[in-house]
């Protein structure tokens, strides 16, 4: 059993129709009960939870929610996750601030601490943390995304080492530029003039990879910014 946090659009979205296809049970939450009604329309076999992960009564629902209906979850894809432009030159770079970090760090972390226990007790169980092409090379028109991503990067290093001894395998899972509605026409300058990878072509190739069983899976142009790292940002930033 599967759940995608986020999983009602974009690539969340795209990730569990190619995992129903598979075979699977999944299970996608999001905020916007319209949205997830407007996917399991479209995926009749889709179970859907409307949560906010980034409230933590909304988030202690959904856990409570699984332990009794699926206790058999034995994968978590945390996908949820917002970017907004910020210019610090200007008045209002922290709007909406609390929001962006806890949609795209906390949550995640918390969820994970509360889910953990059910995981540890499956005979085998994932963690898969989408972080970003940008976490190891930032876009400067979205710093605070580009942070909490690199956060998460950094986060998932750390769980995978403390859980080394457990069922549970931590990856972490990094787009480059998918086709998507994050951050809407806030969406980093930068990206404008590059090509976009479709949220159906990223879900198929990360899935290939995951079946690979690697500990990171990066796909396009994460895999240079991964192995660049900031030697990159000047060339990124130049054009946004």
Same mark, same amino acid.
């Given at each position: 059993?599967?759940?995608?946090?986020?999983?009602?659009?974009g690539?969340?979205l795209?990730l569990a129709?190619?995992?129903l296809?598979?075979g699977?049970?999944?299970?996608?939450c999001?905020?916007?009960?319209a949205t997830?009604k407007?996917?399991?329309?479209?995926h009749?076999?889709?179970?859907?939870?409307?949560?906010?992960?980034a409230?933590a009564p909304?988030?202690h629902?959904?856990?409570a929610?699984l332990a009794?209906?699926?206790p058999?979850l034995?994968v978590?894809?945390?996908?949820a996750?917002v970017?907004?432009r910020r210019d610090?030159?200007g008045?209002? $770079? /922290?709007a #909406? +601030?609390? =929001?962006?970090i806890?949609?795209n760090?906390t949550a995640?972390i918390?969820?994970? *601490? !509360?889910?953990l226990?059910?995981?540890k007790?499956?005979e085998?169980?994932?963690?898969?943390n989408?972080?970003s092409g940008?976490?190891?090379?930032?876009?400067?028109?979205?710093?605070?995304?580009c942070?909490?991503?690199?956060?998460i990067?950094?986060f998932?290093?750390s769980?995978?080492?403390?859980?080394?001894?457990t069922?549970?395998?931590?990856?972490?899972?990094a787009?480059?530029?998918?086709?998507t509605g994050?951050?809407?026409?806030?969406?980093?300058?930068?990206?404008?003039?590059?090509?976009?990878?479709?949220?159906?072509?990223? $879900? /198929?190739? #990360? +899935?290939? =990879?995951l079946a690979t069983?690697?500990?990171?899976v990066l796909?396009?142009?994460s *895999? !240079?910014?991964?192995r660049?790292g900031?030697?990159?940002?000047?060339r990124?930033?130049?054009?946004?």
């Amino acid at each position: 059993m599967i759940l995608i946090t986020g999983g009602a659009s974009g690539i969340g979205l795209a990730l569990a129709a190619r995992l129903l296809s598979a075979g699977n049970r999944v299970i996608i939450c999001g905020r916007n009960e319209a949205t997830l009604k407007k996917a399991k329309a479209e995926h009749p076999a889709l179970i859907i939870r409307v949560c906010d992960v980034a409230d933590a009564p909304s988030r202690h629902a959904l856990v409570a929610w699984l332990a009794i209906d699926h206790p058999d979850l034995n994968v978590l894809i945390n996908n949820a996750g917002v970017q907004h432009r910020r210019d610090f030159n200007g008045d209002s $770079a /922290t709007a #909406a +601030l609390d =929001q962006e970090i806890a949609i795209n760090l906390t949550a995640p972390i918390n969820l994970i *601490a !509360e889910l953990l226990p059910a995981l540890k007790r499956q005979e085998r169980a994932w963690i898969v943390n989408v972080s970003s092409g940008l976490a190891f090379s930032p876009m400067a028109d979205v710093p605070v995304y580009c942070a909490t991503k690199a956060a998460i990067h950094s986060f998932t290093l750390s769980l995978r080492h403390q859980l080394r001894s457990t069922s549970v395998k931590v990856v972490e899972l990094a787009p480059p530029i998918v086709d998507t509605g994050l951050g809407g026409n806030a969406r980093s300058g930068g990206t404008s003039s590059r090509p976009m990878m479709s949220p159906e072509a990223f $879900a /198929t190739e #990360a +899935l290939a =990879q995951l079946a690979t069983g690697r500990d990171e899976v990066l796909i396009g142009i994460s *895999a !240079e910014t991964r192995r660049q790292g900031e030697a990159m940002f000047d060339r990124m930033n130049s054009r946004g």
